[in-house]
């Protein structure tokens, strides 16, 4: 603006100037060609007095510079101060000497056929008839113009300085006051008046936008913190599916905290499903679809942004489904060891119930079958037990009321059970308890949980092994250890041995009338009484299972 209004005082001034000037020398150049006219007028006046009283001595009374040319009445040249008079042509047709004739002067301008240059020419006719005639270069006059050109000019270089300095003063006297404006204050700027309107329109203006941004801000916050606190992940992505907007969670889910915003939504997965999803829901179309990345399953929704009839990005939210997959996993798999584990001992049973059915057995066989359907009854007993009972831990729900108990009580009374057990399979079980161990607790579970791990150190220890249980307190906790020197644990088993019907070794499990559910049981046992399980094995060494209970202050 500074800019504009300096070129347009110092045009206008320049523009003005230069019009002056040219005024100036035009009615100049007008004024000094009259003033000419009237000296030659006076000078040829002059000469033709001159003249009439000595004829003889036209020639002294030339003024130099100037040329004198006496003709007579039939244009023959008698005298010329610049030329030989007898070579010159007859002037009678000449402009100035045809008026003098007529009227008794003359006057014209025009080049000179024998000096080649421009004159002024002034014709006076005598009393004797002949024709007087003056002329002056006509370059006189524009060498005295050129003479003052020079002093002109200088005069012009001082003008357009101060023109320009002037300019440029008005151009910030009439900018400072508008560029000292405070625009967050814009009421309170010492202007001109005629902006006060303009002044009041824009600090209401600017309120009215303040409000806004920190309507928008708050919004934002808003916003952020809902999302950053979502379980679910969500991004924003443009039509160049550039990350517009995204929370921890999708970057938390999908392992990908250095992605940043403005970086393609793709640096956050690679996998074809994912780009697949984000290219269909940027076509304008809803995509769903189920990703594995090796630690999570996740449940990615892609829906496109439409904004006046086009498609300008689209909404990703991304669901962890891990657990519910898993349970998913879990309840297929449970359905069909259930129905495996159900199966095997129905079909002994329906077996022998079908031969016993026949008759023509001896008593001893019809003894010996009869063993075994109650064998395997007892073991179909045991099993929908531990179902029963695994599915009230599962709920929650155990029958009991807790209490204080002392777990080195429970645990001497298992062993105690167990020993002639293992004593029929070769094993040495011992026990080795600090007394008032007390947990705070279900006695019955407790039971079960020292008995199921016990039990399972005997059946995985071959004969003349050893099984030990201890129980023992520390500052903090009491803690139950079941060890022993039997088959031990493969590494790659050691993640799994807490699910349901997992055995390490099937048919050693199956042979001892196991069910499969017992550590899967003591493992909702441990979580039931806040209690954390530690397991230490290698294959062929034997196994340490620890279970830490917290203390309860007695």
Do not use: C
């Amino acid at each position: 603006m500074n800019k504009k209004i300096f070129q347009a005082v110092f045009l206008s001034i320049i523009i003005t100037m230069v019009l002056v000037l040219a005024v100036s020398i035009a009615v100049f150049y007008a004024t000094y060609d009259e003033r000419i006219s009237r000296d030659l007028d006076s000078e040829l006046s002059f000469l033709g007095e001159a003249v009439a009283v000595s004829p003889d001595d036209l020639g002294s009374f030339v003024i130099p510079g100037h040329r004198v040319t006496l003709i007579s009445s039939d244009g023959a040249v008698l005298f010329d101060s610049d030329a030989e008079a007898d070579e010159m042509e007859n002037h009678l047709q000449r402009p100035e000497v045809q008026e003098a004739i007529s009227y008794g002067h003359g006057s014209d301008r025009r080049r000179s056929s024998t000096l080649f240059e421009n004159l002024y020419y002034s014709a006076l006719r005598l009393d004797d008839g002949n024709i007087l005639r003056l002329a002056v270069p006509a370059g006189t006059v524009f060498s005295f113009v050129m003479s003052i050109l020079l002093p002109m000019a200088f005069i012009l270089i001082v003008l357009i300085s101060f023109f320009a300095w002037f300019s440029y003063k008005a151009a910030r006297k009439i900018t400072d006051p508008i560029n000292a404006i405070d625009l967050e204050n814009p009421e309170e700027a010492d202007g001109y008046e005629e902006l006060s309107p303009l002044l009041y329109r824009i600090a209401r203006q600017q309120n009215t936008i303040k409000e806004q941004l920190a309507q928008a801000e708050r919004r934002s916050r808003e916003f952020k913190v809902i999302t950053d606190n979502m379980s679910e992940g969500l991004a924003v992505i443009d039509s160049e599916m550039r990350i517009l907007s995204v929370n921890k969670a999708a970057y938390r889910l999908f392992d990908a905290e250095h992605v940043k915003e403005g970086d393609s939504v793709l640096a956050i997965s690679r996998q074809e499903e994912f780009s697949d999803l984000v290219a269909a829901a940027l076509k304008g179309e809803r995509a769903e679809s189920v990703i594995e990345t090796g630690t999570r399953t996740l449940q990615v929704i892609a829906s496109p942004v439409i904004s006046v009839d086009s498609n300008s990005g689209a909404v990703i939210i991304i669901i962890d489904i891990t657990e519910k997959a898993e349970r998913e996993k879990l309840r297929r798999e449970f359905s069909a060891n259930v129905s495996h584990e159900l199966r095997t001992p129905l079909t002994s049973i329906s077996g022998f119930a079908e031969i016993l059915k026949n008759g023509g057995l001896d008593e001893n066989t019809v003894k010996d079958f009869g063993l075994e359907i109650y064998n395997e009854a007892q073991h179909l007993i045991a099993l929908v037990h531990d179902i029963i009972r695994l599915s009230r831990l599962d709920e929650g729900e155990n029958g009991e009321d807790a209490e204080d108990v002392d777990l080195s009580i429970i645990a001497e009374e298992a062993v105690s059970r167990l020993r002639r057990r293992a004593e029929s399979r070769g094993i040495s079980l011992s026990f080795e308890a600090e007394r008032n161990a007390i947990v705070r607790g279900s006695e019955s579970l407790l039971d079960e949980m020292v008995t199921n791990l016990a039990d399972n150190a005997i059946k995985y220890t071959d004969r003349g092994g050893w099984a030990k249980v201890t129980v023992k307190k520390t500052e903090d906790s009491v803690v139950l250890e079941v060890s022993d020197n039997g088959i031990g644990i493969p590494e790659e088993d050691k993640d799994r041995v807490f699910e349901r019907f997992y055995r390490v070794d099937k048919s050693r499990s199956r042979s001892s009338g196991g069910t499969g559910l017992g550590l899967s049981i003591v493992r909702h046992a441990a979580s039931y009484h806040h209690a954390e399980i530690h397991l230490e094995s290698k294959a062929g060494k034997g196994t340490v299972i620890t279970v830490r209970f917290p203390k309860t202050g007695k």
